[in-house]
Nanobody
């Protein structure tokens, strides 16, 4: 069965960095694009970043463009989100998403940006 497991979240000061990982299993990882989303308390889930099957094309939400970088390692069945210059408004649960006939989500990893 499809499994997506996020990790790498934590508490970081404003201006700091974190690298999130999403380990995938149960499907042919390199056959599918992947996305990162986030959901802050009391807010709707929002798109963060997208990467195509072999990483040739990436897209970002305007709010993270220039600060976040999505990448993937198809040999490790893992997609990453490098987050730099973090701001308090980046505080959220970060989730990876697979669209394969239906949506699959991981359980998320909490990122808290606070001094």
């Amino acid at each position: 069965q499809v499994q997506l497991v996020e990790s790498g979240g934590g508490l970081v000061q404003p201006g700091g960095s974190l690298r999130l990982s999403c380990a995938a299993s149960g499907f042919s990882f390199s056959d599918y694009p992947m996305r990162w989303y986030r959901q802050a308390p009391g807010k709707e889930r929002e798109f963060v970043a997208h990467i195509t099957r072999f990483g040739g094309t990436t897209n970002y939400a305007d709010s993270v463009k220039g600060r976040f970088t999505i990448s993937r390692d198809n040999a490790k069945n893992t997609v990453y989100l490098q987050m730099n210059s973090l701001k308090p408004e980046d505080t959220a649960v970060y989730l990876c998403k697979l669209l394969m006939g239906r949506e699959y989500w991981g359980q998320g990893t909490q990122v808290t940006v606070s001094s």
